[in-house]
């Protein structure tokens, strides 16, 4: 190796980008012209108690806080929680100090203490924007496959029809200047299921998934999926470059409408939050402090996580709570007032854009009337077991597939999958009804109670004991008799029945492709189908039995006593609990989309049934299995040891393996340090005094090693590849001739985590989940044993759970 010469050829990449979610703050490895070399007084024997710049140039420290690109993270690593939190504080006791000797200090102070404010309003704004923009833009693709207004090409169905003064309630949806294809074509009427629009329907399907999957392909590989998985994977401290930058930003929110608009069984409501975490990760740039801490930007990601949320709902609190409650690691009490915050900028920025131009934040608003009865907790728990049944089917189906899909050649071929997915959906979805239209639309019919205006097939009840009317409207003065099921409810019936089958085994398939992917609206519509079927058959056994002892005293003549909607809305929160385990988030949100006060409890009995049925199926939830699936190292707060073992079980090394690789304080050469760095991948090391006594001295990250030994080799005159590295607070004793030793002291944790060999792993665990630990050092009576860190953990519990404790996906 040459003196002077660069380590490793360049083995560490410098500069950085706004695609990375780490190492984003404009810094090279290189010192620059304002930041001079750290000299130090080069006396034999003599201690330091602070550096002076501008010394003697033959001991130098190469590093504090200032230094560029010291204290960042590589690819796939975990942040160190405790020593971020630790800068934090530093950098906020530093502004307090200075803010009380001058005015421009205390402005800035103020300043900064504003900027996180300021961080959550940008966020809220941009979110909201967005959000609308998808919102208006995936509806009227939508429709698109089914037609095209005459009046503008860029209205939607429902805008289209809202002019024409030759609509009708009945026939609100029809109008001289909408055209389906057919008609636009050869002139013809729709007749049934016209052929070509068929043809239309399937080929704008096929085009739109299509593109969203070559877009997500060539550009943004990160931007398909849910996103929440990685979300929660990355809030616990972990790194993913890319994954929240501008270009995953730009095609997820692209592909996120052609993904909806092909009509496959998914929906916007996951992928959003994705959107909105990349919005904050963004925004982060233009704040120092968000932009330099780690820890601190992932309580900007907490926040945002409440934004995807509450605009996909238009549910602000229900979205705190669901980042509280789902995806956050760590979620301080200023991250929970900051993130009401930032949900309601979102929520008001959305209801400002008016995407649905009803004066709602969501397409399938409802109110109900009808006060529940006791006895209807029975069908709405017996709704929470279904829920529950479905979620646990669903976890176990769509890992298996994703399983498949990953290990064989399938997942070779994505475009193919989604073109094959699509063409099957489309082909399967046209002839029925309640398959044909978009997710939200069927959510909203099915949570709709039929009023005096309704002309939908679940309205169609008969008027007396022969006649039929299309509405609920022409004998309310008959009671109960007018809601005697009529031939287009029946009708109704079965084709919600086949669409059921259809949307739990589609959504299996499609979830896990390579476009952007949500799970939240098609396990809705699963439940909400479910609870539809539910409450028309309670409605109507009610009605044809209002005599009976059970039910005079509920069913009272000339009263509707059962709410199918309340039903389909209660089957919609325990399916999307089943395969969430989402409990208090769940319930505001669905009390945010309905605005009933009444119906907390019903919806409660039916999450808590479902959470419970599911659980004792299958412990996790479906972001926690895909986790799994993908190897992310998540330790999640379910995660138990159930083995009675210690921390000298799970430490490396072990009896068969090589010694650890350790520095010593004062005893080493650049040439061995660099020599040790080259041969291991290790993302840290420990620094003993000697490698004789092994007494633990501190830890020292890799990264910071390698980019001083690179500066001193590259900057500092004299440095050689014998030159002494120095982690000691005193100068060892050295010969005049000798070369100027690299001092690095600054960049030496001297107070790592260490355990005694003998801890029981459960408290080791607990340590890792409550304070965010990389590693922890196992040492017995001072002396230096071994390390364990988050990846050995979870092999550990893989392996105790008979699983492939190779696959951890980690450095």
Known sequence: MMDNGGFCNGYYPSG??????????????????????????NRAGSCKADWRPYSSPKLIDLLDDTVPAIGT??????????????????RHREITNKSKHSTEALLFSISDAFSGWLLMLLIGLMSGALAGGIDIAAHWMTDLKEGVCLNGFWFNHEHCCWASNESTFHE???????????????????????????????????????????????????ACGSGIPEIKTILSGFIIRGYLGKWTLIIKTVTLVLAVSSGLSLGKEGPLVH?????????????????????????????????????AFGAPIGGVLFSLEEVSYYFPLKTLWRSFFAALVAAFTLRYINPFGNSRLV????????????????????????????????????????????????????VIEVLVVTLLTALLAFPIEYTRMSSSELISELFNDCGLLDSSKLCNYTVNSGSTSGSVNATAANGLGARLAGPGLYTAMWQLALALVFKMLITVATFGMKVPSGLFIPSIAVGAIAGRLLGVGMEQLAVHNHERDILRGWCSPGADCITPGLYAMVGAAACLGGVTRMTVSLVVIMFELTGGLEYIVPL????????????????????????????????????????????????????????L??????????????????????????????QQSQRLVGFVLRRDLV?????????????????????????PPASPSAPPAVKLRSILDLSPFTVTAHTPMEIVVDIFRKLGLRQCLVIQNGRLLGIITKKDILKHMAQMANRDPESILFN
């Not at 980008?17 to 130090?40: G, R």
């Not at 728990?381 to 176990?396: P, S, Y």
């Open 73 to 90: 993270y590589e690819d796939f690593n975990t942040i160190d929680w405790v020593r971020e939190k630790s800068k934090d504080r530093d």
């Open 707 to 731: 980019i001083s030994l690179e500066n001193a080799r590259r900057y500092q005159e004299g440095v050689v590849s014998v030159s002494a590295v120095l982690f000691t607070e005193c100068d």
């Open 172 to 222: 609100r949806d029809k109008c001289p200047q909408w055209r389906s294809w057919a008609e636009l074509m050869v002139g013809v009427s729709e007749g049934g299921v016209n052929v070509l629009n068929h043809f239309m329907y399937v080929s704008w399907a096929l085009l739109f998934a299509f593109l969203a999957v070559i877009l997500v392909r060539a550009f943004a590989p990160y």
């Open 604 to 659: 409660m009995a039916a999450t808590m049934t479902s959470k419970w049925v599911a659980d004792a199926l299958s412990r996790e939830s479906i972001y926690e299995a895909h986790i799994r699936l993908n190897g992310y190292p998540f330790l999640g707060a379910k995660e138990e040891i159930r083995h009675k073992t210690l921390a000298t079980d799970v430490m490396r090394p072990q009896r068969s393996d090589p010694p």
């Open 16 to 41: 950085s980008s706004d695609d990375e979610l780490v190492d984003i703050s404009d810094v090279t490895e290189n010192f620059t012209e304002d930041v001079p070399p750290l000299d130090l007084d």
């Open 363 to 414: 397409l399938f608003y409802v109110e109900f009337h009808t006060p529940w009865h006791l006895l209807e907790l029975i069908p709405f728990v017996l709704l929470g077991i279904f829920g529950g049944l479905w979620g646990a089917f669903f976890i176990h189906a769509n890992i298996a597939w994703c399983r498949l899909r990953k290990n064989t050649r399938l997942g070779h071929y994505p």
């Open 275 to 311: 959107v909105a975490c990349c919005c904050a990760n963004i925004l982060c740039h233009f704040f120092t402090k968000y932009r330099r801490n780690e820890a601190k930007r992932r309580e900007v990601l907490s926040a945002a996580s409440a934004v995807g949320v509450s605009v």
């Open 661 to 690: 690789s350790v520095l010593t304080q004062s005893r080493m050469t650049v040439e061995e340090v660099e020599r040790l760095i080259a041969d291991t991948t290790y993302s840290g090391f420990p620094v003993v005094i000697s």
